[in-house]
């Protein structure tokens, strides 16, 4: 058969055609989707961009909110609070859980809640306040400036009680009930009675930071 001119050149441009079409759809196709994830990308480093521009103009009243914050903390802790003898440390301590724990019982109206043991651990000196660091200290990065010259205790102590009690507990050792600035990074709780009729009574593990008093 042969070809008259016109049948060529419609054969010729679908032959085009078709190489447009593999063209757009091996590369032409990649490299728009390619294109397109890199404007999305900008997008959101964009994005990230005014949201740090955003932070650093309220960095410097973080900043003084922070200091403000610190210097009343120290206040508190050397104003407010008498000073104590480091050998009498642990003996006010357990002096002031125990009224607090009895004030808890009361007012929550919870005759479980109360102390197992307590176990002390060692003194720890103060370090200037700014102070790197000693390597491998566990904590002593989340320790604020204001505190780092403050001597401390972590006493170990198994308590049981209701759960509502203990949240009490934590709120007025919050309140400085204690007389004394405390800290406490974790706690344990499991039930100590299967199928309990009512709120259970547990088991608690809570490690507290007690910071020693030095006034002013």
Same mark, same amino acid.
């Given at each position: ?17 078709? @190489?447009?079409? %593999? ?29 740090? +521009? ?5 960095? =410097? ?5 922070? *200091?403000?914050? /610190?210097?009343?903390? +120290? ?10 003898? =480091? /050998?009498?440390?642990?003996?006010? #301590? ?25 176990? !002390? ?39 049981? %009680?209701? #759960?509502?009690?203990? @949240?009490?507990?934590? #709120?007025?050792? %919050? *309140? ?10 974790? @706690?344990?709780?499991? !039930?100590?009675?299967?199928? !309990? ?9 809570? =490690?507290?930071?007690? #910071?020693?008093?030095? %006034?002013?």
């Amino acid at each position: 058969m042969t070809l008259t001119t016109p049948m060529k050149i419609i054969l010729a441009l679908l032959v085009i055609a078709l @190489i447009a079409v %593999g063209f757009w759809l091996l590369d032409w196709q990649h490299k728009h989707t390619e294109l397109a994830g890199v404007k999305q990308q900008k997008a959101d480093l964009q994005a990230k961009l005014e949201q740090n +521009r955003e932070l650093v103009k309220a960095l =410097p009243v973080l900043t003084r909110e922070k *200091a403000d914050l /610190e210097e009343k903390l +120290r206040q508190v802790v050397q104003t407010d609070l008498v000073a104590e003898k =480091p /050998e009498l440390f642990v003996a006010n #301590y357990i002096k002031q859980i125990e009224r607090v724990m009895l004030e808890e019982r009361v007012r929550m109206s919870d005759p479980t809640f109360d102390i197992v043991n307590i176990q !002390p651990g060692a003194l720890t000196s103060s370090s200037p306040a700014g102070a790197a660091p000693e390597e491998g200290a566990e904590g002593a990065d989340a320790t604020p400036d204001a505190l780092k010259s403050f001597p401390t205790r972590v006493f170990n102590m198994s308590m049981r %009680g209701k #759960y509502a009690t203990l @949240i009490d507990f934590l #709120y007025q050792l %919050g *309140a400085l009930k204690l007389e004394r600035l405390v800290t406490i990074d974790k @706690i344990a709780l499991s !039930p100590t009675e299967k199928n !309990p009729a009512g709120s259970p009574t547990l088991t608690i593990t809570i =490690p507290i930071t007690a #910071y020693m008093r030095q %006034g002013g």
